[in-house]
């Protein structure tokens, strides 16, 4: 197999060199044994971190859409319900953390999974977003790679809410 290797810019800096979108499943085997895809939704300010995010979680076999504010999401949020959503914490305007909340409270019938994808490690942003309702944090840290093992680990336990 012919190898291609691409650095993504997120932000400010560049992320580990990853392989071409249509060689990605390489490295995700378990996505040939999920019989329905789990929908996501990415919520962060960045559209190139979302746009990364969609094609990793994609290729792994997720069902994925991006919102780039706290107010599009909420307006996606009332078409349709995903298994999980990835909320970056600062965003302008409606935090993530305050989005939490604001999901957490309209949330009716269906659980949905509320994960914070944060740069910031702190131990009072972990705290904030356990309190307003997330049931994980995850540092942007975290090689964009190890996301889909991550989140399907998640899925797979009973959400809060």
């Given at each position: 197999?012919?190898?291609q290797a691409f650095l993504f810019w997120v932000g400010s800096r560049i992320c580990k060199p990853l392989y071409h979108p249509i060689y990605l499943y390489d490295?995700?085997?378990y996505n040939?044994?999920?019989l329905d895809a789990k929908?996501?939704?990415v919520v962060d300010d960045e559209?190139?971190?979302v746009q990364l995010c969609q094609i990793v979680l994609e290729n792994a076999g997720f069902e994925v859409r991006g919102a780039y504010s706290g107010k599009q999401a909420l307006n996606l949020l009332k078409d349709e319900m995903p298994d999980l959503i990835l909320l970056d914490?600062?965003?302008p305007g409606m935090n993530g953390i305050e989005l939490c909340r604001e999901i957490r409270n309209k949330q009716k019938g269906k659980r949905v999974h509320i994960v914070m994808y944060t740069a910031d490690s702190?131990?009072?942003t972990r705290k904030c977003s356990l309190e307003a309702g997330a049931n994980d944090l995850i540092t942007k840290e975290t090689p964009i790679y190890d996301l889909p093992v991550k989140?399907?680990?998640l899925l797979v336990s009973e959400p809060r809410g």
């Open positions: 197999m012919r190898e490295f995700f085997p040939a044994f999920m929908k996501i939704l559209s190139s971190l914490v600062m965003m702190s131990d009072s989140l399907n680990g």
